[in-house]
């Protein structure tokens, strides 16, 4: 077989290979809140529900190939693998499990909020338990 064949066939492999996607509670939790803000105190129902439908098509997408976004640079969640997606001024945060089949929505934060800082909060308070921050990530 050829190397352009086996190439192909890794793709097509690739893209027919489709992923469970897990929106944890705490990202449920972000979009609700953001879904709230932008339809009652910004006044804006059909932006929010614009958003709601443009999160959610994003999600969705991520159940195939996955692997096309590319993991963030900052530590420690480069280190961990976490991946970053941008829709509209918003990033959706998740995991992909290879072992599992698996990718996990851990947040949705708006683009103009220190990200580093609100990971850092959000790796801190995800567990009663102490755990450290690449379980808490893994998790």
Request: net charge neutral; hydrophobic share 45%.
């Amino acid at each position: 077989m050829s190397f352009l064949n086996r190439l192909r066939a890794r793709l097509l492999n690739r893209m027919l290979n489709k992923y469970k996607v897990i929106v944890l509670p705490e990202a449920q939790q972000d979009m609700r809140e953001i879904i709230l803000y932008i339809a009652y105190e910004l006044a804006a129902p059909q932006a929010a529900i614009n958003l709601q439908i443009a999160l959610n098509e994003a999600i969705n997408s991520l159940s195939m190939m996955p692997d096309r976004i590319k993991i963030v640079d900052e530590h420690p969640w480069r280190e961990v693998g976490v991946r970053r997606i941008c829709i509209k001024n918003y990033y959706i945060y998740f995991l992909i499990s290879e072992k599992e089949n698996l990718v996990q929505i851990m947040a949705v934060i708006y683009s103009g909020c220190d990200q580093k800082n609100i990971l850092n909060y959000m790796s801190k308070t995800a567990t009663d338990d102490s755990q450290d921050t690449e379980d808490i990530i893994k998790k």
